[in-house]
């Protein structure tokens, strides 16, 4: 397989002004004909014109009406190269033959239950068709769609319906004109059995849209909560970003069978039905903030995406680290931000974190790829999204909109790179951050380490800040980076002390806002080492470091014990209030990970006990806030932060401690459990969501304990619900232990959901990331079940992506686990390479285990790369990891 290296970039010869394809959909086989206005560039003069195609079966080649012979053209390794087409304006002519129906990689054009559907990004447009598919080559599409009238009633593709009508033989077409230039991965085209849901926005200038969104008939009812969350992104659009949507129509289609989450194709989004279809009894408090999310994240591409797209695939993170951190605002504005803030910080740090410390370890924006699929990363999306962030943490809000009207009124309408993002950002407020580029360039997670001391005499405290940056794959020295470190200093009862910095000569922070002293300074690091000196000190303070996660690094401080029940118990700062009580959680889990070890006996901090009490019982606490707080860092963030990770002692440890929890809190979380049952009808919205989260989690620590009393009220609550979130969480709850509940629960569940193929997905889920000894030969007879197909993605991240969630299991010390994913991966290399490549990726944290855990997986890893006809999505993936 070939590598393709970002300094390579060389901007296309031939530029692609207009483009009309007709699709003549077919049961056998669908004929595509592209008519293509070509323009050669002036440096184009002799250059052969490059197109890419992919499991393409040519029938003819024209260049302005004129058949190409054998000898003009020829194709090798999925290009087809026209060796001298004119070096002036001429017609390109060509036609296709594919076969939808036998797509089982689920991109380019496809058929999902009946429906003919497409996905393009990155590189699947030239499984449709013969094209130069690279995003830097926008054109204006027409698209005229043919097919038979009963079978695919609806036929959609980007921009404006501009005719329709019927054909003979029962088939019927219909033309889509799309006015925006676009690159070839926004193209869209659907066809099928499918109704609508129909309503519409009035923009900020008053224009009306209509909003439509699709799906089969049976599912159209569970589109309101959808509908309503595409309503509030376009209004938060205008409102925040002064972004008004640009046509009058607006689609949305869902479908069963998608790789990701959901695509913004210009005006017509092709969602995964996960991320659509909500009921109150088959969604989850959960799945309907994930639609709210990724509607408003599709969305918002209309402008960071599509209006202004990236000029080739490295730059993916300036239209992803963009539009995922506004739909991290989005849902702040809709629902609580320091809980959000915290969601995503625990995101980045169970899966960014490890990605960046591993084989897989790549900038955010990568030098090379072997498959670009691949590049579909958390380091791209959510680091990418810290990075967005931390421009406006240093600039402001106010400065981050300057930088953004900036970066539209320059970039509109074209393809662009991150250093145009950046100049944009920087221009537009005067500044020059020299070392801000690196964290596009350098991959890695920085270490930052922060000391402290207080001049009693002098009142100063100083901040001693030191940065590592460590050594990648591929990038053994490092720079130091910028880092923003958002500081407060809080006095003996808790509160902020107002900042002001003695002036060392360079800093230039300005601590007062409209003349007020500000309670929280963002310092700016910028050398390996610096230092930071507050003056008029007047007491011994309680450093509150890294407020609100102010940049994506590991933080080691000085800061005790005490100090840490101080800071959750007073922080002014909700994301730290919650950070306290991680660190002291993390630090008192590795200690008794270390005493598991040794076989010594385990008791559990006291004062850790009783300040998660006082959390627990805080009646001015936001219910979800507090479900956060008590809730402990996770096993795979342990594994993460051991010489040598030992699943056994991190499951035994945390099992405790939550055990240990569940005794002491009793009382109070049995409280929480009753005071927070609603008999009201179901609402998504936040306080109620919240009153939900504090209860379903108060279960499950009480069930933990696996007295028939606790169990039994797992199993009321579970009888009670009635919505998917508490019937869910009652049923998580009653699963955690070995025995005849848990059996009939599920057993119980899965015949009433039976019929309901998305919740069938999340018992799957269930069961696979159960703890229960010996579960690997359970997942195997699951992936036997009825419920289970390997052919829609959908099940496989149940399944088995639900499977790498249990530490104990997966890793099982036998290799069970290893040997199960190596079988599926092998099996799903043939069918959806895409996916099997994400469940691949399980693997690449291998060498963090002991050695015989280590022989296994490797032995696994070996087993999939000396595969006849692998793909380059695992090969890529599989020979990193073992590199
Ligand atoms: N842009 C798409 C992702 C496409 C992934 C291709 N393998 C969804 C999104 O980020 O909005
Ligand atoms: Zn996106």
């Known amino acids: 397989p070939k590598e393709i290296f970002l300094k390579n970039y060389k901007a296309p010869a031939f530029l692609f ?192 849209v209509v909003l439509r969104i699709y799906t089969p008939a049976g599912d159209i009812s569970k589109t309101a909560h959808a509908m309503t969350s595409l309503q509030a992104a376009m209004k938060w659009d205008e409102d925040v970003y002064g972004l008004e949507y640009d046509l009058d129509l607006f689609n949305i289609v869902a479908v069963p069978d998608f790789n990701m989450g959901a695509m913004e194709n210009k005006s017509l989004n092709i969602f995964n039905s996960k991320l659509v279809l909500a009921s109150p009894e088959t969604a989850t408090d959960s799945d309907y903030a994930s639609i709210e999310g990724v509607i408003g994240h599709e969305y918002f591409h209309n402008w960071t995406g ?122 537009a407020n005067n500044v020059k951050i020299p070392t801000f580029p690196l964290w596009y360039s350098q991959a890695g997670t920085p270490t930052l380490t922060v000391t402290s001391s207080y001049d009693a005499e002098n009142h100063t405290f100083t901040l001693k800040c030191r940065q590592i940056v460590p050594p990648t794959a591929g990038q053994p020295d490092k720079k130091p980076m910028l880092i923003p470190l958002a500081v407060g200093l809080l006095n003996s009862s808790g509160q902020d002390l107002p900042l002001s910095l003695v002036y060392d ?61 101080f800071l959750l118990a007073h922080d002014s700062d909700e994301f730290n209030r919650w950070e306290a009580g991680q660190t002291l959680g993390r630090k008192i889990l590795l200690d008794l990970i270390s ?114 009393e606790t169990t039994e009220l797992a199993v009321q609550e579970y009888k009670a619900a009635t919505n998917m979130t508490d019937q869910f969480a009652a049923l998580a709850a009653i699963a955690q232990n070995s025995g005849s509940a848990r059996t009939q629960a599920l057993s119980d569940f899965y015949d009433q959901w039976k019929h309901e193929t998305l919740v069938v997905n999340k018992w ?19 992936l036997d079940h009825p419920a289970f197909d390997i052919c829609n993605p959908n099940k496989v991240y149940s399944l088995i992506g639900g499977f790498f969630a249990s530490v104990v299991n997966f890793h099982a010390k036998d290799g069970s686990g290893y040997e199960l994913l190596g079988d599926v991966v092998i099996q799903l290399d043939k069918l959806n390479p895409q996916v099997a490549s994400r469940m691949v990726s399980a693997f690449s944290r291998w060498r963090r285990f002991d050695e015989e855990r280590q022989a296994l997986a490797k032995e696994q890893l070996e087993r999939i790369t000396k595969l006849e006809g692998l793909s380059d999505n695992v090969f890529e993936i599989a020979s990193k990891s073992l590199a």
């Open 306 to 427: 599509n209006r202004v797209t990236c000029r080739d695939w490295f730059q993916l993170s300036l239209k992803e680290g963009l539009t995922v951190f506004r739909d991290q605002e989005f849902s702040s504005d809709m629902g609580s931000r320091a809980v959000k803030r915290i969601a995503d910080v625990i995101r980045l740090r169970i899966s960014q974190f490890p990605q960046d410390a591993g084989p897989m370890s790549h900038p955010v924006r990568p030098h090379s790829y072997i498959k670009m699929d691949n590049f579909y990363t958390v380091t791209v999306y959510e680091k990418g999204a810290e990075v967005v962030r931390m421009y406006q943490t240093l600039l402001g809000k106010q400065g981050f909109r300057k930088g953004m009207d900036l970066y539209f009124s320059r970039h509109d309408g074209q393809a662009v790179t991150c250093e145009d993002f950046l100049s944009a950002m920087f221009d």
């Open 505 to 565: 000569g360079e800093s230039s922070i300005d601590l007062k806002v409209d003349g007020n002293p500000v309670k929280t300074a963002v310092l700016r690091i910028e050398k390996a080492e610096h230092e930071f000196t507050f003056k008029d000190v007047t007491e011994k303070p309680v450093p509150s470091l890294l407020r609100n996660f102010s940049a994506p690094v590991r933080l080691n401080t000085d800061v005790t014990d005490d100090d840490l029940l």
């Open 595 to 708: 005493r598991v070890q040794r076989g010594e006996e385990l008791t559990l901090n006291e004062a850790y006990v009783e300040g998660l009490r006082s959390v627990l019982t805080d009646q001015s606490l936001d219910k979800d806030f507090i479900t956060k707080a008590i809730t402990l860092p996770g096993e795979s963030e342990l594994i993460d932060l051991m010489k040598v990770a030992d699943p056994v002692a991190i499951h035994t440890a945390r099992r405790f401690v939550v055990r240990q929890l569940a005794q002491s809190l009793r009382k109070e979380l049995k409280q929480a459990v009753e005071a927070n049952r609603s008999s009201e009808a179901y609402d998504p919205s936040h306080p109620h969501r919240a009153r939900r989260s504090l209860k379903n989690m108060a279960l499950v620590y009480l069930a933990s304990l696996d007295e028939p």
């Open 17 to 208: 002004d207009e483009v009309h394809l007709t699709f003549i959909l077919g049961e056998q086989t669908t004929t595509v004909l592209s008519t293509i206005k070509v323009l050669p560039s002036s440096n184009a003069a002799k250059a052969p014109l490059t197109l890419d195609g992919e499991d393409l079966k040519l029938l003819h080649i024209k260049i302005d009406d004129r058949q190409l012979e054998i000898g003009e053209f020829e194709i090798v390794n999925r290009k087809l190269v026209l060796t001298s087409p004119p070096s002036t304006p001429f017609v390109l002519e060509i036609s296709t033959e594919i076969q939808p129906q036998n797509n089982t990689s689920l991109e380019g054009l496809y058929k999902s239950t009946g429906m003919f559907c497409t996905q393009c990004e990155a590189e699947g447009f030239r499984k449709i068709t013969y094209y130069q598919d690279r995003p830097d080559v926008m054109a204006k599409f027409t698209t005229r769609i043919e097919a038979n009238k009963e079978l695919y009633p609806v036929l959609l593709s980007n921009g404006n319906l501009i005719d329709q009508g019927g054909l003979e033989d029962g088939r019927h077409y219909a033309v889509w004109e799309d006015p925006f230039k676009k690159p070839s991965y926004l193209f869209a085209l659907v066809a099928g059995q499918l109704v609508s849901r129909d309503d519409t926005f009035t923009t900020m200038s008053g224009r009306e």
């Open 764 to 782: 799957l889920a269930l069961q696979a990331a159960s703890d229960i000894p010996g579960n690997v030969r359970n997942v195997r007879d699951l």
